[in-house]
């Protein structure tokens, strides 16, 4: 056989192993530290980044694996930030699957009826799984960022349970609390009672809170 024919089925054997190879440990299921399996990337977490931490929790044998298997499929630079939850055994295709296809878990925050625009910050400001981007806004700031036309965010944030992946800001929260409110707002103006002696539903609104706070209705 020609040497230049033996190399070439030579270099052609080895790359069907290496093939086989990254085929048996992309399928293969991972050693599960625990279920469900909780981990968080911050924003930029690279793949490298991703198969490192993933090799500290225990979950990921081989890291450099795990490198070699997102660049050969391309999906290198497309890692998600956020929270993730495993709630049962995966394959290292599946995990990287998860990653670049941003598959996060999603946490809540709640609005609860009587809350304060102050008690509302507070909470968000508490929160570890917001990125915090109002925290040094002023009130009026706050209120343009959300689309808000009035002049005091007192009240005109819908008291409701809102669901969010983690990483996404605070004032995302602010602005669909906002919006809430607003079409509660409209719904409810539309079918007010004729001759009442208010112009708009924001003086609705203001009418509808001192009822409230001195009632409790």
Same mark, same amino acid.
């Given at each position: 056989?020609?040497?230049?024919?033996?190399?070439?089925?030579?270099?052609?054997?080895?790359?069907?192993?290496?093939?086989?190879?990254?085929?048996?440990?992309?399928?293969?299921?991972?050693?599960?530290?625990?279920?469900?399996?909780?981990?968080?990337?911050?924003?930029?977490?690279?793949?490298?980044?991703?198969?490192?931490?993933?090799?500290?929790?225990?979950?990921?044998?081989?890291?450099?694996?795990? $490198?070699?298997?997102?660049?050969? =499929?391309? #999906? /290198?630079?497309?890692?998600?930030?956020?929270?993730? *939850?495993?709630?049962?055994?995966?394959?290292?295709?599946?995990?990287?699957?998860?990653?670049?296809?941003?598959?996060?878990?999603?946490?809540?925050?709640?609005?609860?009826?009587?809350?304060?625009?102050?008690?509302?910050?507070?909470?968000?400001?508490?929160?570890?799984?917001?990125?915090?981007?109002?925290?040094?806004?002023?009130?009026?700031?706050?209120?343009?960022?959300?689309?808000?036309?009035?002049?005091?965010?007192?009240?005109?944030?819908?008291?409701?349970?809102?669901?969010?992946?983690?990483? $996404?800001?605070?004032?995302?929260? =602010?602005? #669909? /609390?906002?919006?809430?409110?607003?079409?509660?707002? *409209?719904?409810?103006?539309?079918?007010?009672?004729?001759?009442?002696?208010?112009?708009?539903?924001?003086?609705?609104?203001?009418?509808?809170?001192?009822?409230?706070?001195?009632?409790?209705?």
């Amino acid at each position: 056989m020609p040497p230049i024919k033996r190399a070439l089925i030579t270099l052609l054997t080895i790359l069907l192993l290496m093939v086989a190879a990254m085929a048996f440990y992309a399928l293969r299921p991972l050693t599960m530290p625990a279920i469900p399996f909780e981990f968080s990337l911050k924003q930029g977490t690279s793949l490298k980044g991703i198969s490192r931490q993933m090799h500290q929790d225990g979950l990921i044998r081989n890291e450099q694996m795990f $490198v070699w298997l997102g660049r050969m =499929l391309g #999906r /290198a630079g497309e890692i998600k930030f956020g929270s993730y *939850q495993l709630e049962k055994t995966v394959s290292p295709l599946e995990l990287l699957n998860i990653v670049t296809e941003g598959r996060v878990s999603q946490t809540h925050i709640s609005i609860i009826e009587g809350t304060t625009f102050k008690q509302l910050r507070d909470t968000l400001d508490a929160d570890p799984e917001l990125r915090h981007d109002s925290a040094a806004m002023s009130e009026a700031e706050i209120l343009q960022r959300v689309g808000a036309s009035e002049a005091h965010a007192e009240g005109l944030f819908f008291p409701d349970t809102y669901y969010f992946a983690s990483g $996404v800001s605070d004032l995302a929260i =602010l602005k #669909r /609390a906002y919006q809430t409110m607003q079409q509660h707002l *409209q719904k409810n103006w539309q079918q007010r009672a004729p001759g009442l002696p208010l112009q708009t539903p924001y003086q609705a609104l203001i009418l509808a809170s001192i009822v409230e706070k001195e009632t409790g209705q």
